[in-house]
């Protein structure tokens, strides 16, 4: 579908080739506050596009509230309260869950993890740059996530390729390539209770309750454990609910935001050549996460009635704080379709940046990124792209899901 600056934002078809950049140039220009029509499945919807309204809204949880859901699709109360993470609540009770996990994600506590990082990167990178020829994202950035998310959470090995596979599936449910039970092709009804609406929450509900009941060994050292032995531990539907979101979002956000990377080095020949310079490790991964602004949009609910650029957002209404748009607004960055390394301050909106919502994982996500890239232009001197990337079908999940790579 060609983004002719007025497609549908309902329409995950609109998402197929990629971000619509066209469509959210001409709302952030013409209509800022935009009203998108819903259809039989789901009610319409607000967007809002500029980088100051959503960072504006994004502080404002007494407004914009998160605690009816976060993602587009409708909820009954009974469907939000059975698979709602501490993503889709508001303070206090945000707050007493995030100070729960929290002491896991310091910058302290990420940093612990650098060797291993940087031990595990090294290999992907060196089998991957051996075949001269090869698809970044499967040889590359799917990699490295998800070897981190084994250690940080004490999985096995032998599991991860599975519990990637389900994540998938969670995340990107309206991708015919990632599930069979596409969401906005049938009908779902059935996994209404199940995260994401798909029956692979309910085998990773399963899962989760073998690591509950010990049926499933778990690293002592890692984060599942010391949730569940901690003394103010969540409780099992907490806990299941929480575990979907780690094995989905701590893996998909990081694996895009290399993947987007991986394709931003075949699109300018100079990237490998600065970053060889050593004088941008410290503000590349903002650069590039960015650009990917992974999670496009969260979704939020108005508890009153508020008027915005003359338009009146009514209490009760969804209103979408698309990320991808505003880490790209003109009237914040020069130039902003296009890599700057160095560009500092970076003032992106993915990852929840500027909210209560701040995305626990961001410190992890940055040193993935800029290790992955320090390792890979250690070898090569170009990587180009050998066909166009293929991308997610998706309107909440952007990513880079095959990328046909050559490296000299």
């Known amino acids: 579908m060609v983004d002719d600056g007025h497609l549908n934002l309902l329409s995950h078809d609109s998402f197929a080739n990629g971000v619509p950049h066209k469509t959210f140039e001409r709302l952030r220009r013409e209509a800022p506050v935009y009203w998108t029509e819903g259809d039989a499945e789901t009610k319409g919807f607000w967007s809002l596009t500029r980088h100051a309204d959503i960072s504006k809204a994004n502080k404002e949880s007494l407004i914009f509230s998160s605690a009816q859901g976060i993602r587009l699709e409708d909820q009954s109360h009974e469907e939000y309260l059975a698979r709602k993470t501490f993503q889709e609540t ?20 990420i940093a612990e993890f650098e060797p291993v990082v940087r031990t595990l990167a090294q290999s992907i990178v060196g089998n991957a ?51 069979s039970t596409v969401i906005d092709k049938m009908d779902t009804s059935e996994y209404r209770m199940m995260p994401f609406r798909s029956p692979a929450g309910a085998e990773l509900y399963d899962y989760a309750a073998d690591v509950i ?22 409780n099992e539907l907490e806990f299941k609910n929480f575990f979907c979101l780690l094995i989905a979002a701590g893996n998909d956000t990081t694996r895009y935001s290399i993947a987007m990377a991986l394709y931003l080095l075949t699109q300018d020949s100079q990237l490998v050549e600065q970053l060889k310079s050593n004088r941008y490790w410290d503000t590349c991964a903002d650069e590039f996460i960015r650009l990917a602004s992974p999670t496009m949009h969260f979704r939020r609910t108005a508890t009153q009635d508020i008027k915005l650029h003359d338009q009146v957002i009514k209490q009760g209404d969804k209103v979408l704080l698309w990320f991808v748009s505003g880490s790209r607004d003109e009237a914040v960055y020069e130039n902003p379709h296009a890599v700057a390394l160095g560009r500092s301050p970076n003032r992106h909106l993915a990852f929840g940046q500027g909210g209560p919502h701040l995305c626990l994982g961001r410190y992890l996500a940055k040193m993935e990124i800029t290790i992955v890239i320090q390792e890979l232009v250690k070898h090569i001197s170009i990587i180009e792209a050998l066909n166009k990337p293929e991308w997610t079908r998706s309107n909440f999940i952007c990513g880079v899901k ?6 000299a």
């Open 90 to 109: 508001d303070a206090p009770e945000h707050a007493e869950t995030r100070r729960k996990v929290n002491p896991q994600f310091t910058v302290r506590k």
């Open 129 to 179: 740059v051996k075949q001269k020829e090869f698809d970044a994202v499967e040889n590359i950035a799917k990699l490295l996530p998800m070897m981190m998310l084994g250690r940080i959470l004490g999985l096995p090995d032998e599991d991860l390729n599975w519990l990637v596979e389900k994540g998938d599936a969670l995340i990107g449910n309206s991708d015919p390539e990632f599930t």
């Open 213 to 234: 009941n010990g049926r499933r060994a778990i690293d002592k050292s890692g984060l599942l454990h010391h949730m569940l032995n901690s003394d103010d531990a969540l």
């Open 402 to 407: 095959r990328l046909n790579v050559r490296v």
